[in-house]
């Protein structure tokens, strides 16, 4: 056993640490004091949810008889044209600011023309939505692959999805977006250079005031799962690995965001949330835009499965999980649990007269 070299090295040898304001030593300090009670923590807490954090997904079916509802995605549903306006003030009445909305177009071809169709289904959808609640935002998600009968990203060229070909087609898909009405642009299918090419075509068709939220950090993940099945969006052949990022990358991250600001992106998506809060966290640190945090679905569907079967608290861990996702970062959280977290946090407002310690936080 030899000693460690930190202890026998002389104290002189490095400057002492700064000791930071405040900090001091027990028994003089002791953090519980101010643990004390809720209204305590409440007063001294750095990180609170609020309904304006939040963007609540939206499905929306072409041609379905029916709203159906998702398997994988307890509380989840595939809304009809029709559904879609009583779901929206319902969404709009929790203080929600805006839905992502994502389209089943009722047939699907080679090239995802239902994606920049007038009458597309989030073209009909966002109208339906505007006319129902103006004032609540919609963003619209801009890809390909819930339009294309193969369900890759982009257009294929020798089994490959081809980058360059692609562009274009995103580009007519924004402009139809936006002349819909969507009120935010928000491309997803990690194409090289399509911020660019979609802020070039928005200004030529003088929509300069639209802005564009990119999912800048999009990796390759087995949490979209569930939401594969929601938006009968999954790949026919392969897999997306040819386009998203490796889960192993950080570094990567911040390039692709430096990219997207440089072509013009309003705000930033890291995603998904759960596995990459310290890409969040980096690249809350390395920017000064907007940054967005996509709570997925297999992150969703992994806390209702365990709900249901009693093994945890769902309020409480919901709400520690979105809790942590602001703490790493995010601005806005894109998340299905929006709607039951705003009702708990209107839930929350309304107790606020009731005597002390009747609400637990969370
Ligand atoms: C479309 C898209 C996907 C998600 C959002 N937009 C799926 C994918 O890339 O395969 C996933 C969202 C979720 O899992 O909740 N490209």
Redesign the pocket.
Known sequence: MTASPSIAAPRSAAPPPATPVGVGRFPTVRPRRLRSSEPMRQLVRETTLDAGDFIYPLFVAEGAATDRPVGAMPGVTQWTLRSLPAEVESIAALGIPGVILFGLPAEKDAVGSGAWASEGIIQQATRAIKRAVPELLVIA?L?L?EYTSHGH?GVLRDGQVANDETLPLLAQTAVSQAEAGADIIAP??MMDGRVGAIRGALDAAGLSAVPILSYAAKYASA??GP??EAAQ?APQFGD?RSY?MDPGNAREALREVEQDLAEGADMIMVKPALAYLDIIARVRAATTVPLAA?N???EYAMVKAAAANGWIDERRLTLELLTGIKRAGADVIISYHAKDVCGWLCARVERHNDPVGASDGW
């Open positions: 998600d890809c692959c990203c997803s299918d949490f979209y939401f594969r969006s997306r998203q996509y997925v679905s297999g």
